[in-house]
């Protein structure tokens, strides 16, 4: 059910998600995992944080709308399994804010975070 979330489309797998929107398939995995088990989040946020930054611009705007998509749900279904829907709200919120220096839902404003010049 999260790989529909995250791909926005029922059925959808986290492969071909990637393959469509020119994302590294390692980058894909490590984002899925970490929404899929936030507890793994530690271990994949290097794997998230070097694969974003190669990402396209029409590739990162697609990740931003799955961070987004992931809160809504989060939102909708909060009491289902309240931890771990606490857990998943929280990593995509925080992932949201560190690729994208903002997170639409709670700031409002959209904004990229500066990149250090060479």
């Not at 989060?74 to 399994?81: L, T």
Request: aromatic share 6%.
């Amino acid at each position: 059910m999260l790989a529909g979330i995250i791909t926005g489309k029922r059925g959808m797998t986290i492969q071909s998600w990637s393959k469509v929107h020119g994302l590294e398939k390692s980058f894909a995995r490590a984002l899925y995992r970490s929404l899929e088990d936030p507890d793994e989040m530690p271990y994949v946020l290097d794997a998230i944080t070097k694969g974003f930054g190669k990402l396209p611009k029409p590739a990162k705007k697609e990740v931003r709308n799955a961070l987004i998509r992931v809160q809504i749900q989060c939102s909708i279904h909060g009491n289902s399994d309240p931890l771990m829907i606490s857990k998943q709200l929280y990593i995509a919120q925080t992932l949201e804010k560190l690729l994208f220096g903002s997170n639409l839902l709670l700031d409002g404003v959209e904004e990229e975070p500066e990149r250090k010049k060479s």
